[in-house]
């Protein structure tokens, strides 16, 4: 197996065995059954008159409340993506367990790329069977499923992505506490300065509006997120919005467009980018 | 390539390297033949593993030049022939340590089938066989630096670096560990031992090089550089200025009631005894021998401080 692809094993057989992953899935398997109880909670709740509400009325509560689920979803994604990556690399510096896997014929690079690669695997995996998970639970107890579930999965990744990529290049110089911190706080950052930018938006004010913009370009993940949220509103709610104009695009709640192609194109610029420099900070290193 | 097979297995020209303003190794030329077991001894700081890190390539030089097995350091298919223990040893706590021998093979790398063979004679070598299958996060340190040493002997290297293989070994261990290089040697790998444990040095090394803030400060073999006497004195009633009254008798292990000179002409203890009677000091016993790595090692040491 090539070195890559061993790095990338012993990533995988890591979060396994110290069962990090078991904890996630027991975790989400609560979280799913408690949404699907407060979903199902929905059909039966009654107007003045005594009747159900209609079965539109039930989608359109389901779908902005699964997009505060999700946002919880990625939160945890995030979230978890910053704290594994952020120890990933300096850790086994620090305690030695590298010293005598890089005396072997092995390049740094591909110790880099296999830890990411490794890690992008269970971000992927588990925003995918999260997702199915949820969307399941949310079908059967309202009948409703988002307009593009397979998009909604790849946003959602993607942002787990860009906070693991941001942490391994942290990870290659800054102690594992110090790179995670700072990661989690960049995502957090960068979603104010989303909500900021949107305040703009609401406002047209371009000075506030180029702070959205700087930070999406800065760090994606608000950006992705938009994207998921996008992919997550029903038709009549993208119409409402859209009638009231600027003020309807003012909220990090919503997302009245698909994220622009220009975005996305940056957004894989921006992993390579990552990468690159997460290879050449950790090739730099002297150990 | 015909002409690595006749180079040395480590060859090393003005080998530098700084820490911004800290000298951490200062010129180091040496050349270890094949089959040799080669001492690198100095104390705390001296830039021993710093040497060993530069010449497996964790380290960038700032200058000078160095070859393992005729290669270039860095040079990644010499790793293959290559085996290492560091000092800070430390390896997957979540794996058994048959993983992480397979690991070690896979990187190393080694066909899939010469595994089993590899990982059962590197377990029995170091004598982990009846823990092979337990998690190394079980393991006592001793244990968790045996398998350090198995992980660096599959393969069958040509060079081994021992960085302090003993550090965390009991007595019986550091037998091993003896016999262990001594068997790698007559097989025909180069060990570069580093260790401060001169005893240890003592019993098996072929050659030794003593290091001190970053420079050599003296190489050879055994005999060479052990070749004056010491002497040892039981002595008392000697106060601080007496004490430094002897430094014209060389350099001084001073122990208090234990004087030791490190290299002494045997036809000076006389003029020795009379010159500490003479300073007020009562002599109990006086005891020339052949001077041990530990009586150089000092007496190198001191003569570099000054």
């Known amino acids: ?287 | 390539m015909r002409v690595a097979a006749a180079a040395p297995a480590i060859h090393t020209v003005d080998l530098t390297k700084r820490f911004g303003g800290t000298v951490a190794l200062a010129g180091l030329s040496m050349t270890v033949p094949r089959g040799e077991i080669f001492g690198f001894l100095g104390p705390n700081g001296a830039g021993k593993t710093t040497s060993v890190k530069l010449l497996l390539g964790l380290l960038k030089p700032t200058s000078g030049e160095a070859w393992l097995l005729g290669e270039p350091i860095g040079d990644l298919g010499t790793r293959r022939r290559i085996g290492y223990l560091p000092e800070l040893f430390r390896y997957q706590g979540w794996l058994d340590a048959r993983e992480v021998l397979a690991l070690h093979c896979e990187l190393a790398p080694l066909p899939r089938s010469k595994w089993k063979e590899e990982i059962a004679a590197a377990l029995d070598t170091v004598g982990l066989t009846d823990r092979a299958d337990d998690r190394v996060s079980t393991f006592s340190k001793g244990m968790q630096q045996r398998l350090g040493l198995a992980a660096a002997l599959v393969g069958k290297p040509e060079l081994v670096f021992l960085d302090e293989p003993t550090s965390a070994l009991d007595p019986v261990g550091r037998h091993d560990v003896r016999e262990i290089i001594r068997d790698l040697s007559e097989r025909g790998t180069a060990v570069f031992l580093n260790s401060h444990l001169l005893s240890e040095v003592e019993q098996v090394c072929d050659r030794v090089a003593v290091v001190d803030h970053g420079r050599v400060i003296a190489s050879g073999t055994m005999d060479e550089l052990l070749s004056g006497t010491a002497v040892k004195v039981r002595v008392s009633g000697l106060d601080d200025s007496a004490r430094t009254k002897l430094a014209a008798f060389g350099p001084l292990d001073d122990e208090g009631e234990h004087l030791t000179f490190t290299k002494l002409d045997i036809e000076r203890v006389p003029e020795l005894v009379s010159t500490i009677v003479a300073l007020g000091g009562r002599v109990y016993e006086v005891s020339p021998r052949h001077q041990t790595l530990e009586d150089r090692f000092l007496q190198l040491l001191h003569e570099d401080d000054k």
Do not use: C
Not at chain 1, 87 to 112: D, H, K, T, Y
């Open chain 1, 1 to 287: 197996m090539p070195p890559v692809l061993v790095f990338a094993r012993l990533t995988v057989q890591e979060s396994s065995r110290r069962r990090l992953l078991l904890a996630l899935v027991i975790l989400t398997l609560l979280v799913v059954g408690f949404s699907a109880w407060g979903f199902n909670k929905i059909t039966t709740v009654t107007r003045s008159d005594g009747t159900l509400l209609p079965h539109d009325q039930v989608s359109l509560i389901t779908s902005q409340l699964l997009i505060v689920i999700t946002f919880m979803y990625s939160g945890v994604l995030a979230l978890s993506a910053a704290v594994v990556a952020g120890p990933l690399i300096s850790s086994e510096v620090e305690s030695g367990l590298l010293l005598s896997m890089l005396a072997r014929p092995v390049r740094r690079s591909e110790v880099v790329i296999g830890k990411w690669l490794g890690l992008a695997i269970l971000v992927t995996i588990y925003a995918a069977g999260s997702a199915l998970l949820e969307l399941t639970a949310v079908n059967l107890a309202t009948g409703y499923e988002p307009p593009h579930p397979v998009e909604l999965v790849l946003y959602v990744a993607a942002e787990g992505l860009a906070l693991l990529s941001l942490g391994l290049v942290l990870s290659t110089r800054l102690s594992g506490i110090t790179g995670g911190v700072i990661a989690l706080v960049a995502w957090l950052m960068a979603w104010i300065a989303g909500v900021v930018g949107d305040i703009g938006t609401g406002l047209q004010n371009s000075a506030l509006q180029n702070v959205g913009t700087i930070s999406h370009l800065l760090l994606p993940t608000d950006g992705l997120w938009r994207g998921a949220v996008y992919a997550m509103e029903p038709d009549v709610i993208l119409a409402a919005l859209r009638a009231a104009g600027t003020a309807g695009r003012a909220n990090p709640f919503s997302a009245v467009d698909p994220p622009p192609t220009a975005f996305l194109a940056w957004v894989v610029v921006w992993f390579g980018l990552m990468l690159t420099l997460s290879i050449w900070s950790f090739r730099t290193r002297e150990i």
